[in-house]
């Protein structure tokens, strides 16, 4: 090979390769600071969280309103007599009941509104961070104050795309031959609707080392479809921090606490972990009643009342909600603890403190107590694909998931119209805000498989084809199939279902939209429909 040569005749002296990617390296580590610089500075001018996503905005045909109440229980309630070890305070005296109302609002309000949002993780961080290092037994100094910054740069910009306090709408819930619906426009309330009965009124109880704003994008999609969702916030020792407010009391905070740190009044006596999930629930039970009674109070006209009394001094409109809530036929929700809790409240009822008329249970507790088998409504149990694969035996010795399909069997045959099925490709968390939030690591460490957002789409869908029928009757979507899976089915993916039951055929089925190709999705195990005894190959 022939040297090369310059103009002026001289020998061109190529670098060697080595010395060249030398060069290159500090000029790549320049570009990658300066372009972390910039984003850096660009989430911080624009109040942009550094590493995870913004919540998406809700869909329906609703704008959504946020208020977050807190309302004094008088006189307080003690539910066990268990007191923290080193003090006389009681673990279990209700003092007062929180939660978000997330309910229907007209766009026209919700677009001109200019009261700051609610933040994802409310202020301080330092009390979410305390509780997260709590439950990992690791909390200290230091790791509290690192959990602290972590929280802070992964999603301490969030916000809730919810408007906060804005007035109710004075809408109509869309009916289904709406043609508007969904489209960002409303059905305008006439004549023509009849009595609507008030929005219906769902309550739903968290997880453990969950808050009420874990599960506002669920909450949000509901109300945009014309629900009030009553997002609590529960006192028990679940949750991983949270202030107890009262007008004219010091506010007391409530970290995550476990049974190792409570004990009889007599200090005699250690309470078994039975005896601590026990009080727990039956505490959850008594928060569930308490926010019954103040969304009574709301619609029977004692809505200036509640604002008053509410330390976030949030809810100026609640005067205006009289008479528009239907609270003579709740509906009762819960995720993991909050649906093992869900279950509970169900026993004996219908009653005026717990007026349910059905029921979403989205991963009943494994760990969480005995579920409660009595139940005489209709029920909506979602197990998500990880909690129907991963086998688990309960108190009674019984697989978790036979245990579940046999309380929603049995009630079937009461004549209480319920179902039981799997969310394919989902993981625990998928009803939550987190995999929104954070997509990637979520997927990463659960096994998630489904796409984040059409995950939480199933189940915003099939919720609100349950509440349908509950509303009116219809049988319609998931609702309308048939059983085919006795037991949840491994070797079933997304994509690789059969052709539907539930049609009259495949063009038929293309015409009812995103319900037509369903068993990418699903795998029903009962339903009034009929249960297939055995899935053909």
Known sequence: M???????????????????????????????????????????????????HPLPRHTGPYAVGAIDIEAPVSPPRTIHQARFKGTNEKAFELQT??????????????????????????????????????????????????????????????????????????????TSQDKNAGEGKEHVLTSED????????????????????????????LAARGHIVVMLEHRDGSSPGTIIRQHGQPNRTRLLFDVSEVETPDQSLSLTVEEFHQAQLNFRQAEIEEAVRVIKLINTGYGALVFSENPHNEGPDLANWANRL???AMVVAGHSYGATGALQALR????????????????????????????????????????????????????????????????????????????????????????????????????????????????VHVAEDFLAFLAGGEVRGLMAEKAEFPQYDEGTVLGMGKPGQGGKGVVEDLKQGEWADWRRYWQIHVSPAGNAEKRES
């Open 2 to 52: 022939k040297p090369s040569f310059d103009v002026l005749g001289k020998e061109e002296r190529r670098p060697h390769p080595a010395a060249r990617r030398r060069r290159l390296f500090p000029r790549i580590r320049v570009v990658v600071v300066l372009l972390a610089v910039v984003y850096a500075l660009y989430c911080y001018l624009f109040s942009k969280p550094l590493l995870a």
């Open 97 to 174: 009941v929180l939660f978000t109302l997330y309910y229907p609002a007209t766009y026209a309000a919700a677009t001109s509104s200019r009261t700051k949002r609610h933040t994802w993780v409310p202020e301080p961080l330092s009390l979410r961070a305390r509780g997260y290092a709590r439950a990992a037994h690791i909390s200290n100094w230091f790791t509290d104050r690192l959990f602290t910054i972590a929280i802070n740069a992964l999603v301490g910009g969030i916000t809730i795309p919810a408007a906060v306090s804005v007035p109710l709408s004075s809408h109509a819930t869309p």
């Open 194 to 221: 009849g009595p609507s009965g008030g929005y219906p009124v769902i309550i739903f109880s968290h997880g453990t080392v969950s808050a009420r704003t874990d599960y506002s994008h669920y909450a949000g999609e």
């Open 326 to 328: 239907n609270t003579h």
């Open 348 to 459: 004996g009822g219908p009653t005026p403190e717990r007026p349910f008329r059905g029921a979403i249970v989205l991963d009943p507790g494994k760990q969480s107590g005995p579920l409660n088998a009595d139940v005489r409504v209709p029920l909506l149990v979602v197990h998500s694909n990880s909690w129907s694969s991963h086998s688990s035996v309960l108190y009674d010795g019984r697989a978790h998931f036979d245990t579940v399909k046999d309380i929603v069997v049995k009630n079937n045959e009461r004549g209480n119209p319920s179902w039981f099925m799997t969310s394919i490709g989902t993981s625990h968390p998928s009803v939550t805000d987190a995999p929104l939030l954070e997509p990637f690591l979520l997927s990463f460490t659960t096994g998630a498989t489904i796409d984040v957002y059409q995950g939480l789409r199933q189940y």
